[in-house]
């Protein structure tokens, strides 16, 4: 009897094991991949010292109101002083295709921004980076009116396809973002999960950009390099660890 007991506590240990091998496999398939020490490849956009590598749209330098503040790159739009002559959407100074984005990001109460990527820097064609450029935006949801818009929420792709599950955190709270653009394929983590999953430049996205804002500004969503905007939506946001790797 005591051997058939322990044989039916080692199965059931066996199983146990062996179901939370299978979860944890489920988890991580919603989840990216971390960076491994041999995982090369990776570029700093954003040294936490300085603005190098940033300059605002259109523009040689940054104005005043983009500083650095401890570590953390920072729109100080409540300084509108600074903010009146210093403000506007800052690009960084290469051009990226392919690529794999990732940043922390961290927003003011009742405040609005967002990352652009695929921005090109042609003024007299594109007044703003949203002129020609995708969006993943950054939100206090509870606060800010967009929050009331299904895709225009915090980690959607905007305006077009929402976040799926939520994962976004309140304002004043970091969130851990990423972008995967590879090949038309694109995909958006926010917070460790797989928020939107999406491939451009099909008959698809064509459709959606028929339906939603940018339809009327043209080229838009056709673009497959371009610049990686932070945007100036005219309220405190603070940005940091931003790193791009070429894929």
């Keep these: 009897m005591k051997l058939l007991l322990l044989s039916a506590g080692i199965s059931l240990s066996l199983l146990a094991c062996q179901s939370g091998e299978q979860k944890a496999a489920d988890t991580d398939s919603t989840t990216t991949a971390a960076t491994t020490p ?3 490849g990776w570029i700093s956009l954003f040294d936490g010292q300085s603005l190098a590598g940033w300059h605002t749209y259109g523009k040689t330098g940054t104005g005043a109101a983009w500083k650095v503040d401890s570590g953390t ?3 100080n739009a409540t ?3 600074a903010y009146e002559t210093g403000g506007g959407d800052i ?3 290469g051009v990226y295709g392919n690529f794999h984005l990732k940043y922390d990001w961290k927003i003011s109460k009742d405040g609005n921004s967002g990352v652009i990527f695929y921005v090109q820097e042609d003024t007299a064609k ?4 949203y002129n020609s450029g995708l969006e993943m935006q950054v939100l206090d949801n509870d606060g800010h009116p967009d929050g009331k818009i299904p895709n225009h929420r915090a980690g959607n792709l905007y ?5 799926n599950p939520e994962t976004a955190k309140g304002p004043g ?3 851990q973002a990423e972008i995967i653009s590879n090949n038309g394929s694109l995909e958006l983590y926010l917070n460790g999960t797989k928020v939107v999953t999406t491939t451009l430049w099909d008959d698809n996205w064509t459709k959606m950009i028929a339906g939603s804002k940018f339809k009327t500004m043209p080229g838009w969503g056709t673009f497959k390099e371009g610049h ?3 945007q100036d939506h005219g309220n405190d946001v603070w940005y940091k660890n931003i790193v791009i790797k070429k894929l």
């Design 38 to 40: 041999q995982d090369t």
């Design 73 to 75: 790159l920072f729109l």
């Design 79 to 81: 300084d509108k002083k």
């Design 91 to 93: 690009i960084t100074d």
């Design 126 to 129: 594109f007044k703003n980076t």
């Design 159 to 163: 305006d077009l396809v929402a976040a």
């Design 173 to 175: 709270e970091w969130n």
């Design 228 to 230: 990686i905007a932070l």
